[in-house]
């Protein structure tokens, strides 16, 4: 089981970021995209929204006081008018609408009330009335944003008439800076707010990543080890959920056990294999030993019978050495491999058709034709002994599968770096299930054979770093093919054997 | 009519300006107008029950306290120890008042000793009873300025802007005689101050001076220290810097509508107030000790201002 998946940023390149990152960042990225879009639509909308409310609840107050104070300005009756204006200031939400100042002045622009009696006296000029240029003088009611000793204000000028005639104003400044810390304090939440989103949404975002993207960490790791061949050392990876993943992860698992199986069995299957073989080796050794050990037996017998008859004696005798040959002979092809002592030397191309003098014979008496090519044309360096001891197994085989007569092939060729030698007959060929077995130990289909000639050939064959192949057709023919890698005759080199070999070149070819 | 009358203009003396108002809105002109038509209806049924025998008594917003729900207990109390039913009327100035008595719309009055003095000369009121507070039935004109004005004495407020109480207060006629100006009469009030009002009630003339729209402003000594008591922020922005010699408190005077029956019997029941509890509670809230029979030689002083100042017609401008 894969730890937990480490988190790594090894690159700038978003597309190299794991998902556990990229899933947060994204959802982070989402909420402030949507924040800053309803920061900028909630600040445009938020200063018209408090603009207006603004504007109105001015123009409202203007009306109020002009209704309520029309008479106290024609009776100047200042305090009734301080009254009214303090109160109507006084009831009005100051948060919604701060009141700069408000005043209440003549046809002149003489203040005959102020809000701020402490700082506006009444009976001079208004101090605010240059902010109310152009105003002032309107017939009607005008609302507009100017300055008021430098700062942005919304102002107020309403006409106050007494029977149809204009005797004087009232005059509203309202502070319009509370508008630009409300619109702040409105996208300042939606910061906040949206923050704490993000916060909990890139929280829960890389929870669920790290949980879904878990099982994918794993199956990489268990993918690696299986690439690795450590088959073994993977656990079965923990579905957490029946989703797309959990069912790729369920298969995985599922894969994984069958893998596991298959290689038991196999390992089981190469075992008994091993088992099969070392058991037809030994009674093949035992059934090869215990033939010469039967006739030793008799002879033994027949020794002590006879010990006075020096003619059966010497007869006895002969057979027990007979015996002991036919012992040492079945050792030493067991053994071949293990004692190649041989040296490599120069051959010359000739050298092979010597064999062709040894099987002709033979091949006249079974009615063979032999179709010998020897396309070597210069001497190659070779271990000569094992090559014509391998040459003269296949040899002998091809005659014996051809018993009603035939064509024996040989054909010795070299390409670039290989030597080949192909011997093929006409015989009656072999099926696959024998093509499998012909070369273990002991593995005969000749009534007197020993079943060893394949089995050591093949191995003088590896000696020499080549190859044995076989091809059969059951009806058609066996061919059986030696490729040996070609030693260049101009060199020296330790042999995979361990012996030292030398270039012959110069000297006579000796067969 | 009257008994309405308390009630709705009663949020208009110096409580207003914590009064809720709106007077634009059909609503508002809706709910008045329901108001108005329940009350008429009330008071229709009860002048059936009354009928002529009711005792109108005239006050104005000048007096300290204007707590509708005051009089209504004082109109109860009275109407129980009278054995007559009593209505308050409530007008805005001394002026209005004195009208109504003059014209014997009213029975009887709480006025200022200014106005009753000038009822007596022309032979159309009688006194009735004279509140005290403390144990004297007097009281001084004290002249305000705000806390941070550097004035000292009325000379140094001349040209400036004055808030007044009422002009037929005996508040106003102490100024005019010289009562807070070492006893140099005002003979030119434009002269003094060219920018002048009237608050028809001591505790707003209080107000007016406190938030400066005045400059100076002259009132009721006891109001003053009453608001000192229980507004102590307010008088607080106020700085008394004269103070007059005393006068009679306002009386209750009666109009020649009311005969010697009716004023022995209202004047009883005043006297009587202190005898029992809920007597005692209403004085308690009007701020008044007790009612009784000073005379009118109390008002002398006054007669004494009357005779050497200048009569000004003054009314609102």
Known sequence: ?511 | MSAWEIRMNGANGFFRLAAPMCLSGACVHMKAYVVRLLAALLIAGSMIGYASAEVRIGITQAMFVKDSLTYDRWAKYLSRSMGQPVLFVYRKSYGEIQELLRQGDLHFAWTCGYPFIKGVQDGFLRYVATPEIGAEPLYRIYLIVPASSTARSLDDLKGGIFAFSDPDSASFRAFAAGQLSQGKPIMSLNQWFPIRFFTYSHAETVKAVADRVADGGSVDGHVWEAMAAILPELTRKTRVIARSGTYGLPPFVASWRADERQIAILQKALLDMNGDREGKSILELLQVTRFARHGDKLYDSIRVDLGSTPMWREAPP
């Open chain 1, 1 to 511: 089981m894969a730890g937990s998946p480490a988190v790594k940023l090894d690159t700038f390149d978003p597309r190299h970021w794991p998902l556990q990152i990229k899933f947060p960042v994204t959802v982070v990225a989402i909420v402030y995209s949507v924040a800053l879009i309803a920061g900028v639509i909630a600040q445009v909308w938020e200063t018209k929204l408090v603009r207006n409310a603004l504007e109105n609840r001015a123009q409202q107050l203007a009306l109020t006081l002009v209704l309520s104070n029309a008479e106290s300005v024609a009776r100047m009756d200042y305090w009734v008018l301080y009254a009214n204006l303090s109160k109507q200031a006084g009831v009005l939400d100051q948060e919604m609408a701060p009141l700069l100042f408000g005043s209440i002045v003549n046809d002149e622009g003489i203040v005959l009330a102020h809000t701020h009696p402490e700082r506006q006296r009444i009976g001079i000029l208004l101090a605010e009335l240059d902010s109310f240029e152009g105003m002032y003088s309107d017939p009607g009611l005008v609302v507009r944003y100017g300055t008021v000793h430098g700062n942005e204000a919304l102002l107020v000028s309403a006409p106050v008439e007494y029977r149809g005639k204009r005797i004087g104003s009232v005059l509203l400044g309202f502070d319009t800076d509370f508008i630009r810390e409300r619109v702040l304090a409105t996208v300042i939440a939606i910061g906040a707010v949206s923050t704490l989103l993000a916060i909990i949404g890139s929280l829960l975002s890389w929870v669920y990543s790290r949980r879904t993207i878990k099982p994918i960490v794993s199956l990489t790791a268990s993918a690696e080890k299986i690439r690795a061949g450590q088959l073994d050392e993977i656990a079965p990876i923990q579905v957490y959920e029946k989703n797309e993943i959990g069912d790729l992860v369920a298969t995985f698992n599922g894969m994984v056990e069958q893998l596991k199986e298959r290689d038991a069995l196999n390992a089981q299957l190469q075992v008994s294999e091993k088992l099969a073989a070392i058991g037809r080796l030994v009674s093949g050794v035992a059934h090869e030993i215990n033939n010469p050990v039967g006739g030793m037996k008799n002879a033994l017998e027949c020794l002590r019978m006879f010990s006075n008859d020096p003619k059966r004696r010497e007869e006895s005798i002969h057979l027990l050495e007979s015996g002991l040959g036919q012992i040492e002979g079945v050792v030493d092809s067991l053994l071949v491999q293990h004692r190649s002592t041989e040296t490599i030397s120069v051959c010359n191309p000739r050298c092979l058709d010597d064999l062709f003098l040894l099987v002709r014979h033979d091949c006249e008496l079974r009615n063979i034709r032999i179709d010998w090519r020897n396309e070597l044309g210069r001497p190659f360096m070779v271990f000569r002994a094992r090559l014509q001891q391998v040459l003269i197994n296949l040899l002998v085989n091809a005659m014996h599968a051809m018993p009603e007569g035939g064509t024996l092939t040989f054909h010795a060729s070299e390409r670039d770096s290989t030597l080949a030698f192909v011997v093929e007959d006409t015989g009656s060929g072999m099926p696959q299930k024998q093509i499998d077995r012909i070369f273990e130990p002991f593995f005969t289909t000749r009534p007197n054979g020993t079943g060893l000639g394949l089995w050591v050939s093949m191995g003088l064959v590896h000696a020499m770093g080549g190859d044995l192949e076989v091809e059969s057709e059951v009806g058609k023919g066996t061919r059986f093919s030696v490729i040996i890698p070609r030693i260049p005759a101009d060199t020296e080199r330790e042999t995979d054997m361990g012996v030292s070999i030398r270039s012959e070149k110069d000297e006579p070819v000796h067969h």
